[in-house]
């Protein structure tokens, strides 16, 4: 299959006006999605003055055209790429495409807004540009098989996502279909993202996305610049696919192209911690309130998963029962029940019960298991339920969590989540960049929209 051609000339190829309009405005609702989690991750999570620091130690924080959200200052353009990447990722708030397991918009939107603001492009193409992001790297993490990718170690975030940050910067700049391929050939030397930092509650998850992003931008400026990368890189005998799963299912990275949006698939999420945690919250919540339950009544909890949630959530059950930094919290399931059962909710301000003894003590009751019967459906993020509560025991199945296409919110609960989480840091100016973003359907230069 000539898969890096076919996506090279989709990526460049397809006009702006043939993208349905809902498409590029669910590309919008996702990209200020991403922008809220951004800001406030900017100045409230714990690693960002270590990237900051070290960008300035290297000395690549000097000023450019470059927007970086929740900041004041403007960047070049592989700094803001990897600072809103970065940020955008860091409170585990953004995005998921449940076929591929990944969070399209971490990876794809920066690589695209930085090159909007390198090139002076208008919104409609920047909103174009990030379509054609998530359509490819979507499609490619369909095609790695997430729970082969997975079981190799690797994080598809990171790795499928710099050919989509490279398709979206690549679009921007201008390459024909002959140049984005070679920006896809150096793409395939830079895809990285390891799952080791599982082990410790490291913070390597969140940068590596933000050098996916980066890292799209400098392969599709390269390969602008004529350097000439790896042919058929996706698909080659040592290419991207076949180095980095067991399980290649190659025909879903072009099926539907063109005609089946992707884009249309993403979800949004509504607690801030790994995505395979969510439909168990939801359904904790939701016999909460059925049953009256306080959380002095939960003898034992049961939650039953895929096998990719168990990798990232349930094991090694005793380590995430006892989940102390927030990257622990954000891939604990007995961490995110607690938090749900103890809060009625679940938001990144609840990261404050990390340590709590009443939080521990309702984790150490939260057991975690594979469920095969969540397995071989379309979509891996459900889960079952037995909570022993009150003398009695209670079953619940839930097949997909809020907030996937079927529930996605509308644009008033898009801006409410991103006024919840920029509230805090009003320093920041949450209200003025939710205008900025809402302006880019008609804006006629997206670094006009974002100047001042």
Known sequence: MEITQTLARFGTETQTDAIPSEVTDRA??????????AIRAAQDSESSPAILAMLDRLGVLGAGPCTVFGLTR?????AAA?????????????????????????????????AAELTDASG??????????????????????????????????????????????????GLDAARMASAFGIAASQASGSLQFLENGAWNKRYQVGEAAMKGLMAATLASEGFLGAANALEGKHGFLKGYSDGVRAERATAGLGTVWETLRIGVKPYPACRYTHAAVDGLLQMKRTHGWEPEDIAAITVGLHRNGIALVGAPLPDKQRARSVVEGQFSMPFAASVALLRDGFGWDDYDLLGDPRAEALASRVAVVRDPSLEGLRHPFGATLRVQAAGATHDLRICDPSGEPETFPDAQAIARKFTALTGPVS???GDDWLMRLSGLRTAASVRAQFAG
Do not use: K, W
């Open 28 to 37: 919008l609702s996702l990209m200020t999605d991403l922008a809220g989690s």
């Open 74 to 78: 403007r960047y070049g353009g592989a």
């Open 82 to 114: 990897l600072l809103n990447g970065a940020f955008g990722h860091s409170l585990d708030f953004d995005d998921t495409h449940a076929d591929s397991s990944l969070h399209p918009s971490a990876p794809v939107v920066p690589a695209a807004l930085a």
């Open 124 to 173: 409609p193409d920047l909103l174009a540009a990030i379509v054609v992001g998530f359509e490819i790297c979507c499609r490619l993490g369909m095609a790695l098989d997430p729970s082969a990718h997975y079981a190799r170690g690797f994080h598809p975030t990171a790795t499928a996502g710099t050919f989509g940050a490279a398709a979206a910067a690549g679009r921007l700049l």
């Open 427 to 429: 320093n920041a100016g």
